[in-house]
C-alpha cells in the first residue's frame, strides 16, 4: 500500500493568520490517465469527514476561497490563507491511484 | 447536494454479523463507483471496500478481505457491506463515499461495535 505522512500532527494557529499542512506519499500519486488523485478533508470535532479538495487543487462546492490545494508527483500541500474558528479539525490527505489510504491526519487548532 | 444515509449499524459480539445499508440520492448512482470507509474511535480513516457501477470490479482492504462483502443494488440507489466473522477491532463508524479515485463522503455514518 502507498504510505501516506502528513506533517505536523498538531498545528496551532492564531486565528486570522495563515496555516500550511504537508502529506508527503510513498509512490508517485500521477494515474495513467494523466490526473493526480491527491483529495483533502476536513473533519470537524463530533462531525463527519468532508471533502475540501480534489485532484491535487479543486476546491469543492462550498468550499472557501481561503483553501487551497497545490502539490505534485509525491509532495503536496493544503494551506488556509486565514484561520477562522469553524476551520479547527482533524485534515486528512487521501490518494486514489492506487488502493485509497489516508494520512494520519493534523490537528490543527485556535492558539 | 449528494446524500448518503448509512444504516444498519449496532452492537455485535466477538464473530457475529452484521449488515450495513446505504441509500444515496442527488447523483445517478449507476454512473459511479462506490465504496466503504470506516472510523475506529479516535483513528484515522481507513477505506475497507470498493465496487464498480456494475459490480464487475470488487476491492478489499487486507483487513477484511474474506470477512465483509462490499454490494449493490442500482435500481434501489443502494449500497451494502455484510459483515461476517466480527471482531473488536472491526469497532468503528462506517461511511459509504462515492467516487473510485477521490472518495466523497456525503452522510453521518453508522456506528458499529463489536463487543463480548
Known amino acids: 500500500d502507498v504510505g501516506m505522512t502528513q506533517s505536523p500532527l498538531s498545528l496551532p494557529v492564531t486565528l486570522g493568520q495563515p496555516a500550511s499542512f504537508s502529506c508527503r506519499s510513498s509512490?508517485?500519486?500521477?494515474?495513467?490517465?494523466?490526473?493526480?488523485?491527491l483529495s483533502w478533508y476536513q473533519q470537524r470535532p463530533g462531525q463527519s469527514p468532508r471533502r475540501l479538495i480534489y485532484?491535487?487543487?479543486n476546491r469543492d462546492s462550498g468550499v472557501p476561497d481561503r483553501f487551497s490545494g497545490s502539490g505534485s508527483g509525491t509532495d503536496f500541500t493544503l494551506k488556509i490563507s486565514r484561520v477562522e474558528a469553524e476551520d479547527v479539525g482533524i485534515y486528512y490527505c487521501m490518494q486514489g491511484t492506487h488502493r485509497p489510504t489516508f494520512g494520519q491526519g493534523t490537528k490543527l487548532e485556535i492558539k | 447536494e449528494v446524500q448518503l444515509v448509512e444504516s444498519g449499524g449496532g452492537l455485535v459480539k466477538p464473530g457475529g454479523s452484521l449488515r450495513l445499508s446505504c441509500v444515496a440520492s442527488?447523483?445517478?448512482?449507476?454512473?459511479?463507483?462506490m465504496n466503504w470507509v470506516r472510523q475506529a474511535p479516535g483513528k484515522g480513516l481507513e477505506w475497507l471496500s470498493s465496487?464498480?457501477?456494475?459490480?464487475?470490479?470488487?476491492y478489499y482492504a487486507d483487513s477484511v478481505k474474506g470477512r465483509f462483502t462490499i454490494s449493490r443494488d442500482n435500481a434501489r440507489n443502494s449500497l451494502f457491506l455484510q459483515m461476517n466473522s466480527l471482531r473488536v477491532e472491526d469497532t468503528g463508524i462506517y461511511y459509504c463515499a462515492r467516487d473510485a479515485r477521490e472518495l466523497l463522503l456525503g452522510g453521518q455514518g453508522t456506528l458499529v461495535t463489536v463487543s463480548s
Open positions: 442527488g447523483f445517478i448512482f449507476n454512473n459511479y463507483n
Open positions: 465496487i464498480s457501477k456494475s459490480s464487475s470490479q470488487i
Open positions: 509512490q508517485s500519486l500521477v494515474y495513467s490517465d494523466g490526473n493526480t488523485y
Open positions: 485532484r491535487v487543487s
